[in-house]
């Protein structure tokens, strides 16, 4: 079955520590996303990527990292200098950016204390 | 900065009933609309996507229509279900990048 797989489902950590969650695709979709969902606050974009090797910030990429070694795999790094960690994280991907439409992983949640 | 708005933020109805979900952005370049749904806890499905030449799409009970010229959107459940319970969201790409979602619609269908 094609889809997008991220793990793990529920993640706790400390503050100060460095945490990197995983999404992995096999639709071979080209570009691949990171959004953030916060209660009353909406999805919110991270990072994105069109191509391997290549990735761009979104409207809140401080306190966060990724790469894009491979076509099927976008992680994303959540830093010990992001002020609130603690939310949903939410990895899709789509064949192409902006006219394509975009398919979602089940979710990470992060919480961090 | 595109913005997308959906009202009613949550919407209660009876099994049965038809029911509209509104969705409003300020820019009206836009090269499509999708509509999703999500569970609590989990990820968006996607529902439809309608491009920017089509009027409507249907899948199912389901039924969205697209208005470029006023920026608007609607969802249209026919038949609601108590499994249609969810929240609905919808979205524009933007700046040839990602999606702007709007904050969603609650739907609660009680049996």
């Known amino acids: 079955d094609g889809g997008i797989t991220q793990s793990p489902k529920y993640l706790f950590r400390k503050e100060g520590q460095n945490v990197t969650l995983s999404c992995e695709q096999n639709?071979?979709?080209?570009?691949m996303y990171w959004y953030r969902q916060d209660p009353g606050q909406g999805l919110r974009l991270i990072y994105y990527?069109?191509?391997?090797?290549?990735?761009q910030k979104g409207d809140i990429a401080e306190g966060y990292s990724v790469s894009r070694e491979k076509k099927e795999s976008f992680p994303l790094t959540v830093t010990s200098a992001q002020k609130n960690p603690t939310a949903f994280y939410l990895c899709?991907?789509?064949?192409?950016?902006?006219?394509?439409?975009?398919?979602f992983g089940p979710g990470t949640r992060l919480t961090v204390t | 900065k595109q913005e997308v708005t959906q009202i009613p933020a949550a919407l209660s109805v009876p099994e049965g009933e038809n029911l509209v979900l509104n969705c409003s952005f300020t820019?009206?370049?836009?090269?499509?609309l999708q509509w999703f749904r999500q569970d609590p806890g989990k990820g968006l499905t996607s529902l439809l996507l309608?491009?920017?030449?089509?009027r409507e799409q249907t899948s199912g009970r389901l039924n969205a229509s697209l208005d470029k010229s006023s920026g608007r959107s609607t969802l249209y459940i026919a038949a609601s279900q108590p499994g249609d319970s969810a929240t609905y969201l919808c979205?524009?790409?933007?700046?040839?990048?990602?999606?702007?979602f709007g904050k969603g619609t609650t739907l609660s269908v009680s049996s």
């Open positions: 899709a991907s789509s064949r192409g950016t902006t006219s394509y439409e975009q398919y």
């Open positions: 639709l071979n979709h080209d570009a």
């Open positions: 990527s069109q191509i391997v090797n290549d990735f």
């Open positions: 820019d009206s370049a836009i090269y499509n």
């Open positions: 309608i491009q920017s030449s089509q």
């Open positions: 979205a524009v790409p933007w700046g040839g990048t990602a999606l702007i």
